[in-house]
């Protein structure tokens, strides 16, 4: 159909072409929930009716698929969502579907609806099920990714990250306020899992003397240096922003050490936890879900499965979930010497 949507080169993996006609798709979301997926899941039925598929949504992600959690879908089911953060399919995380049976009785609550196609929106967890699921049985999966944490490969952003960094970057100015009429050290610390990215982007935009993630080695030495330096020219807030995964062992343990290294500054800690995962989708979260969750039905369309769309370069992506799971993000070291010569 027209469109003014660019599509990228399929990864050559990427294509595993099924030649049998699409007609019934259903969408779930899985995992953590992520602001945008609401966007995506309109998508998906919207563009899916536009189509004359049957479309259905899968309540809980694969937990509702192996009890048969699933609904018919609606154009007016998704009005009135694109601005909603959480999921109305509701998500879980699902033990029974690591095992073959699990997955079996899922595919067979499947086929009880003719479905023929599977849009599933969440992140690696969720995509290494899709990937099990699609090598055994004959239903194709497209992979949308759905997390705050940005730790997927083959897309520049997920659905969700943007919103939930704006989210931890409100916070952390609040905190500054208050780190800045009180002279004290705020150790802030972000969601991620053992992604550093939410932890990164926050850091960077909201001016962080200091950010530490999960994949860089933590110099706490080198952080007393710097507190102990910025003490001597009276600088006396600072804020060190951490992601959960980080290695040395998250805000709590970053504070004792500094305590105990460096007693007489005034310390804080402030764990933002699950505020980050809440709210209003940004513009961004709800275009790229609407992009994705077009792209979905189109490329189950046209006959793909196993792969994970994603958004490269601003062109469609399309990558095998195998890859998408297996190849993490690098963070380039630079991003640490503008953090460090910026908050100078
Ligand atoms: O994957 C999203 C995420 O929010 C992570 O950043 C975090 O580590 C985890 O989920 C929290 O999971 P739960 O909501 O199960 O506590």
Redesign the pocket.
């Known amino acids: 159909m027209a469109s003014d949507i660019k599509t990228g080169t399929p990864d050559s993996n990427a294509s595993g072409k099924t030649m049998s006609k699409v007609t019934n798709i259903a969408v779930l979301t899985s995992?953590?929930d992520s602001p945008g997926m609401n966007a995506a899941i309109r998508a998906v039925v919207r563009t899916g009716i536009y189509h004359k598929l049957n479309v259905y949504g899968v309540m809980y992600g694969y937990k509702g698929m192996i009890k048969g959690d699933i609904i018919k879908m609606e154009s007016k089911s998704v009005a009135n969502i694109i601005q909603r953060g959480g999921t109305v399919l509701k998500t879980a995380r699902s033990k029974e579907f690591y095992e073959y049976e699990g997955r079996k009785e899922a595919y067979n609550q499947l086929k009880k609806h003719n479905i023929n196609g599977v849009v599933v929106i969440g992140?690696d967890g969720s995509f290494k099920g899709a990937l099990a699921f699609n090598q055994e049985f004959d239903i194709p999966c497209i992979g949308l990714p759905g997390?705050?944490?940005k730790d997927i490969a083959g897309t520049d952003f997920t659905i969700g990250f943007d919103t939930a960094v704006n989210t931890a970057v409100e916070a952390i100015d609040k905190i500054r306020d208050t780190a800045d009429a009180h002279d004290r050290l705020f150790i802030v610390e972000v969601?991620?899992?053992d992604a550093g990215y939410i932890a990164l982007h926050s850091g960077i935009a909201t001016g962080a003397e200091h950010i530490l993630v999960p994949e860089r080695k933590t110099n706490i030495e080198d952080i007393v240096s710097a507190l102990q330096a910025n003490e001597r020219r009276q600088k006396l807030v600072n804020i060190i922003v951490v992601a959960?995964g980080d290695a040395y062992g998250g805000a709590n343990e970053v504070s004792r050490t500094l305590k105990e290294k460096v007693p007489h500054l005034d310390i804080r800690v402030c764990i933002l936890g699950?505020i980050q995962?809440g709210g209003s989708p940004s513009c961004i979260d709800r275009v790229i879900a609407s992009r994705l969750g077009f792209a979905a039905v189109e490329s189950l369309l046209e006959g793909r499965s196993n792969c994970m769309i994603g958004i490269v370069n601003n062109l469609l992506q399309y990558t095998p979930l195998e890859n998408a799971i297996k190849d993490r993000q690098k963070i380039d070291e630079n991003w640490f010497n503008i953090t460090r010569i910026l908050a100078s």
Request: proline share 0%.
């Open positions: 995992g953590g992140g997390t705050i944490d969601m991620g899992r959960e699950h995962r």
